[in-house]
């Protein structure tokens, strides 16, 4: 599998083209493309480009609702509540978040618990819009199930990912990762590579550990059962049920809240996937001086940057810093691009008569441009 | 290491003298007493009648201080802080979560972060407090420095545990764990029964991964380096990084924002700690109707435990289940305590100056009654 890199302008380019293809405003547009670029820039390959198929898919099936707005349905000063009916995850999330962000401006805290909308690309985005203006930003979401709870065998939440930042100097504090040990994009990774998994990762449809990447992925979209443990892995000696805990903290904040669909239903439906999220925002004001405190921060986040490394590693990293190095040598060198990823984008605007040669001058396909490209 | 069984009221009686005689109020004492016997009712033995050396140890090196109140420092309709003057951290804590929990009943949101305060128990205490009047209840607390962050080989952050309390039905959603993979006091059982530790609990003074219960504990106590894993072992493979962002999240809402004192620097100081906590009380009302949020919850919570099993285990669990089960036991059957603890009770009328065989009535205390008590 061979990596083509491509400039940040081209890519949102053809993404910006892409959503406007599908009927999308300019605005929308531009909001959507900003989502899955800023996972690509962040390194986070399996929530940028590589995830477009699944927005067409969506759409092309009819569980994403292009035309539809998200609506406030409950609210008081300090939370609300967000029917997305459906429509595209990031709009409805970008929608939500600033509501949030609005209320913790005024109030000091704003809660936003969203239900019916879709995948919304990296929970971090939304976590980083609060941080961007100075607050504590936090982000979650359901999904499709995919982790088996500890004792089970059928996945009964979703890799239900948290994310959480605050501004700190000279770069905030960004913690954004799903409550299964990894994520499906990494099975995924693996199977394209035809390598067995690390162990502690998946289970079989009996619920016994399983390295077998094309297996459990099977199992898993035809729901046979099995699925990705928990962080902590399958056993209470290794921290299970602290994993599986933290998955149901995004349920609580997402579904329950939201009295919306839980994970283990999501995408179960023919015209919705239900997928819910949560969100919130604080003004460090409310405790202090907002300046001294992302001090204090900063200077605890230096301290752990500096203190002593094990023997052999060369350096600890605080949560973001990853992000902020990627972005900078993608914004220099390009965003590497997988072929498979780019067969799926020539599909895509097969799919919507857009000239594929025109964003990607000189590229030709490997082979005769068919590739696998998942179930989505 | 043997066990002895006491009843529920035995236990009691002799902890909120104990109190009494440090010099609480009849308030105070019955505070104390109820926070560290729920968690030896719940199961959790390292933090009831076993912890009590620790209390005794830090009053009698003056780290902390009977006297002391805590104090509400900076307050807004949603949020306070408080500094604790060093005092009795399960006086604090009940304190600003009262706080929370009141705010949450006016403005629907109450978060309170504490600085200067001590240990505080079980997290979960106070998470169950907000639940117990139908809201959902969060607490966290930093520590000594006992969590190597990844890369790392030197202890960074406590075991640093979050509680999330939340009402259902038949029992309540209570989660409550620390971000590290064990807890210290597992450590210390191992040790006790001269066990090697299971592989991905701790690491040595290098930074390697170690078995050695003994040299890891010395370290730990000495600050010669090492310490425990982070939920997720030491290597990103298993999401190390997972459990250190947990670890930070506890830091957030405990030293951060109350400007206190981060967990590397925790327990440095000759007379004080400087232990932080975090509390949040959120009503659900806020997001529509509670009864309906409940039984929502509830469903979800059913299906969980209803879900089908791996081969060979034939239970799933919920969170705060086992605790249920456990109460309902040793209220029934007594609660066990061992030979090591029932010496520490001993050492500690004897300092108080309390009559222990009027509590324990025909015990004796095995050989010349002198044991290892561990370093405090």
């Known amino acids: 599998m061979g990596y083509v890199k491509w400039s940040y302008p081209v890519l949102e380019h053809f993404c910006y083209d892409v959503f406007r293809a599908f009927g999308f405003s300019e605005k929308e547009s531009k909001e959507i493309e900003d989502v899955l670029l800023t996972a690509d820039l962040f390194g986070i390959e399996s929530h940028g480009m590589q995830r477009m198929v699944r927005y067409h898919k969506g759409i092309e099936k009819g569980t994403i609702h292009p035309k539809e707005k998200p609506e406030v349905v409950f609210e008081t000063p300090v939370s609300a509540v967000v029917d997305g009916h459906n429509g595209m995850g990031q709009l409805i999330s ?46 979650c979401t ?53 390598k067995p998994l690390p162990q502690g990762w998946a289970l079989d449809a009996n619920g016994h550990e399983s390295t077998q990447a094309p297996t459990v992925l099977e199992n898993i979209v035809s729901k046979r059962g099995g699925g990705i443990m928990p962080l902590g892995g399958n056993k209470e000696v290794s921290g299970s049920h602290k994993g599986y805990g933290y998955g149901m903290l995004c349920e609580l904040f997402s579904s329950i809240f939201s ?20 969100f919130a925002a604080i003004n460090p004001e409310i405790f202090g001086n907002p300046e001294e405190i992302k001090a204090h921060l900063s200077e605890y986040l230096e301290a752990l940057r500096e203190s002593p490394k094990a023997e052999g590693e060369s350096q600890i990293y605080t949560h973001g810093e990853k992000e902020i190095f990627a972005e900078k040598d993608r914004r220099e060198n390009g965003i590497p691009v997988n072929d498979n990823t780019m ?22 396909l490997p082979g005769d441009g068919t590739f696998f490209t998942g179930n989505y």
């Not at 669909?261 to 999501?266: L, Q």
């Open 259 to 278: 009295m919306g669909v839980t994970s283990e239903k999501c995408c179960t439906f023919p015209d919705k996937t239900g997928i819910c999220h949560g």
């Open 142 to 194: 359901n999904s499709e199930a995919i982790m088996v709870p500890t004792f089970g065998k059928k996945a009964m939440l979703g890799s239900n990912p948290i994310a959480v930042a605050m501004p700190a100097d000279p770069y905030p504090f960004l913690f954004d990762c799903s409550t299964t040990v990894v994520t499906r994009g990494k099975l995924e990774m693996y199977n394209k590579m035809n």
């Open 343 to 364: 067969a799926e984008l020539a599909n895509l605007c097969a799919y919507l008569k857009l000239d594929f040669h025109s964003y990607f001058k000189d590229y030709e």
């Open 94 to 139: 970008i929608f939500a978040m600033n509501k949030a962000i609005e209320k913790a401006k005024t109030t000091g805290i704003g809660i936003v618990t969203v239900r019916e909308s879709n995948h919304f690309g990296i929970a971090g985005y939304y976590a980083k819009m609060a941080s961007d203006q100075g607050l504590l930003g936090m982000a």
